[in-house]
C-alpha cells in the first residue's frame, strides 16, 4: 500500500509518457515482428535448398556405387566360387 502512494504523484507523469510512446512503440514493435517473419522465412527456404542439395548428391553417390558395384561384378550379380 505504501508504494502505490510513492508512485501517485508520477501518475500523471506515467500516463503522459505512455500516450506519447504508444503510437511509437507499437509501429515498431509490429516491425521487428515482420522483420522476425522474414527471417524465418528465408530460413525455411535455406534449409530447404540444402536438403533438396544433399539428397542429390547423396542419389549421385547411391548411382555411382552402383556403377562401380556392376563394372566389378559382371553378369547377373552372382559370384562364382572356385571348387
Known sequence: MTQNRQFRPY?????????YI??????AAKSL???GMIAYQQAEQLYAGAVEGIGDIVA?????I???TSAQNPGDGSVSRAT
Do not use: L
Not at 501518475?11 to 509518457?17: A, D, F, L, M, S
Not at 549421385?60 to 555411382?64: I, P, S, Y
Open 11 to 19: 501518475r500523471k507523469v506515467i500516463e503522459t509518457v505512455r500516450g
Open 22 to 27: 504508444s503510437p511509437i512503440a507499437r509501429p
Open 33 to 35: 515482428i515482420k522483420a
Open 60 to 64: 549421385e553417390a547411391q548411382q555411382e
Open 66 to 68: 552402383g556403377a562401380t
